[in-house]
């Protein structure tokens, strides 16, 4: 692609005045969406009114007065239209490993004896998590190898996208199957929220989970999401029964009663500053196609995985339809992706040989992308990521 093709693209781009809302470091072109998104003003906005006003002026009264203590519902049904749920069936807590705690020890619990089971190539903490409540309950913990079946009747943990290669699964198809097998899917969404079409209604999703952090630019550590459909929600009981998931916090009774609905799925107080934050972020996805994010996020990725071919890079590519992410393999990917991010490329690494690049929708133009593609032209082909400046790794890549 030329620059001027880059350029008419841009012209035509419907999504590209949210670019605006953003508040991203002149310089940079941020091409790591896919693991931290990028701050929105409203969000940034957010923050500060609740510290100024809120918090130091409401104090306790806030909880009332700012609906504080509606928020993971009222931020829910935000997420709830990007995932194709209705508004009463996502409820913002925690952070994905302890909702799939919950959800898989709720399962659990409903039919005891049943396995679980999660790609060997699942993101970690999706088998970490597993690996702990297969120690608590007995149950079996099957790993299963590329393309293979979870066992009849069991638990089955799976991304809709996958982290490493943004391959999308049928999800409607994995529904099918696990109604013939009688086994219960929670999907994990967090790299597919806010960037590709989901409809877990059409599909027949039961239960799923995500986090804020990443294309839905809540902010670092921001809470994630659990979505259990209506129908479920009130056979299950969840592991970490708190106050929060009850049906009457301000009773004070000693006796347990789960809330109706999703709310039994929060267990503590919600972290109010962070789902502030993400609430805000969320509210520039009114009005957003996910149509157009999906396709948009297609294109960049498609225009960077060309520059990057070209450079002599190996692609890692999907058959059909792939998330907001790209990837390549190099044995000195972590080099070449700190040799970008001092040219204000960044992207990340994912050990062992993995290069991500994330293309959120929202804030990144198709002349942005193009320029990036040249800057990894010329990284590559002058081999400045040779420098032993670049090998040096933080706690995070
Ligand atoms: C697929 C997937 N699941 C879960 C997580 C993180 O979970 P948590 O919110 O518990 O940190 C990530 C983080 O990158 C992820 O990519």
Redesign the pocket.
């Known amino acids: 692609m030329t620059r001027e093709e880059a350029e008419a693209l841009a012209r035509a781009d419907i999504l590209a005045p949210l670019r605006a809302a953003f508040d991203l470091p002149a310089g940079v072109c941020y091409l790591d969406g896919n693991?931290l998104g990028a701050p929105p003003r409203a969000a940034l906005a957010r923050l500060r009114d609740l510290s100024e006003r809120e918090w130091r002026v409401g104090l306790v009264r806030a909880w009332n007065d700012a609906g504080w203590i509606d928020l993971p519902m009222r931020a829910g049904a935000r997420i709830a239209r990007l995932i194709g749920a209705g508004p009463d069936e996502v409820v913002i807590a925690d952070?994905?490993?302890?909702n799939l705690f919950k959800l898989g020890g709720a399962l659990l619990a409903a039919k005891p004896g049943r396995a679980l089971a999660v790609a060997a190539d699942?993101?970690p903490?999706?088998q970490y998590v597993l690996d702990g409540l297969a120690g608590i309950s007995g149950a079996r913990l099957v790993r299963l190898a590329p393309g293979e079946d979870p066992p009849a009747g069991a638990v089955f943990v799976k991304?809709l996208v996958h982290?490493r290669t943004a391959a999308v699964a049928d999800m409607a198809a994995e529904e099918r199957a696990a109604a013939q097998r009688g086994t219960d899917v929670i999907w994990?969404l967090?790299?597919a929220t806010g960037v590709i079409v989901v409809d877990a209604a059409a599909a027949g999703a039961r239960f799923a989970v995500g986090?804020g952090y990443?294309y839905l630019n809540g902010g670092p550590g921001a809470p994630?999401f659990i979505y259990v459909r209506g129908d479920e929600a009130s056979a299950l009981r969840q592991p970490l029964s708190g106050w929060m998931g009850s049906a009457a916090p301000f009773d004070f009774s000693s006796a347990y009663e789960p809330a109706p609905g999703v709310r039994r799925f929060a267990s503590g107080t919600p972290p109010i500053l962070s789902l502030a934050a993400l609430d805000a972020a969320l509210s520039l996805f009114e009005g957003v196609d996910l149509r157009a994010t999906e396709a948009k996020a297609r294109r960049l990725g498609d225009i960077f995985l060309a520059a990057g071919t070209a450079a002599g890079l190996s692609p890692i590519l999907v058959e059909g339809r792939r998330g907001g992410h790209v990837a390549f393999r190099h044995p000195d990917g972590f080099a070449i992706v700190q040799a970008l991010i001092t040219r204000g490329v960044i992207g990340d690494f994912r050990a062992p040989d993995i290069m991500r690049f994330g293309f959120s929708p929202l804030y990144l133009s198709y002349t942005d992308v193009w320029s990036a593609g040249e800057v990894l032209r010329d990284v590559m082909t002058s081999a400045v990521w040779r420098d032993p400046k670049f090998a040096a790794r933080g706690a995070v890549t």
């Open positions: 693991s952070n994905v490993s302890a699942e993101f903490t999706d991304s982290y994990d967090s790299h986090c990443k994630a």
